[in-house]
């Protein structure tokens, strides 16, 4: 099936851009995208076309508010650039980012297994994940696992999560499982809370900080107003901005600034007159 997307939508970036860990190029062009029990490749036949691997059915009820297609992302790139040269520079060369609206459980978990590692290494364990306690789905393309779900993954055990490559973080993880199956954290029912509220929920949860916590925020609760602050947004701040922290100035839209920020120090440099 062929679908136009008008506004900023570029697949590479989408995938590579840090915020999720199981969106892969399968071959020449072809992006592969994965949530719940929802799988879809993707390919840019020409300017705004696509041709997209699942129903119209399948892609107006669940991947257009995955990719977040109501939003006009050319708009916020334009305001985000007013604030001065290097959010210019930095939305110039983001083009085409999105903040995608994950499931919050696998997005917690793969958070979780984020600190103190690289992207690759992030992939690898969850990945690992979902081939241990995830069911397959065979397309066209492959046989993948889902990312298993919180009764799936209540099975496991630490030596199984060991198992995964998660070092110290498979206690996190266990924790993660047990607070939210004795219901002491409710993914669902912290969507209705603030920002404030929503942190401090996930919180409880050993091994999240600001950091994990913001993450989730921004990706699984589309809580776009929250700026995660890894070591490389931390050097924007520090070396970029000369300690002031700009993305006060963009307010609720400053986590997707932060992607932009994040992409730009992550893949490029960034000349230090801008």
């Not at 977040?68 to 983001?94: C, P």
């Not at 900080?209 to 070591?231: E, Q, T």
Request: glycine residues 6%; negative net charge.
């Amino acid at each position: 099936m062929r679908v136009t997307i008008e506004d900023d939508f570029d697949l590479e970036k989408i995938a590579n851009c840090g915020q999720c860990f199981r969106a892969k190029e399968i071959e020449g062009g072809v992006y592969r995208f994965i949530s719940d029990k929802h799988i879809v490749y993707i390919k840019k036949l020409r300017e705004n076309i696509f041709d997209v691997s699942c129903d119209n059915y399948e892609w107006q009820s669940f991947w257009e508010n995955y990719f977040d297609l109501a939003t006009d992302y050319k708009k916020i790139r334009r305001e985000i650039s007013k604030v001065n040269d290097y959010f210019k520079a930095v939305t110039d060369n983001g083009a085409g980012i999105r903040i995608l609206r994950q499931e919050p459980f696998e997005t917690l978990i793969s958070f979780i297994i984020s600190q103190r590692k690289s992207i690759p290494s992030i992939k690898t364990s969850v990945e690992r994940i979902a081939e241990r306690f995830g069911k397959p789905i065979t397309t066209i393309y492959e046989t993948i696992n889902t990312f298993p779900t919180l009764d799936e993954l209540r099975k496991s055990s630490m030596l199984g999560l060991s198992n995964c490559a998660l070092g110290y973080r498979a206690e996190y993880i266990k924790d993660a499982i047990d607070k939210i199956s004795n219901g002491l954290v409710d993914l669902d029912d912290i969507k209705h809370k603030g920002d404030s509220d929503l942190i401090d929920e996930l919180k409880k949860i050993k091994g999240v900080g600001d950091k994990v916590a913001n993450c989730v925020a921004l990706f699984a609760y589309h809580r776009v107003d929250r700026v995660p602050i890894d070591v490389w947004i931390n050097r924007a701040i520090e070396i970029d901005f000369a300690g002031e922290n700009l993305f006060l100035e963009i307010k609720e839209n400053a986590g997707i600034a932060q992607q932009y920020v994040f992409y730009y120090k992550k893949f490029f440099t960034i000349p230090n007159d801008l």
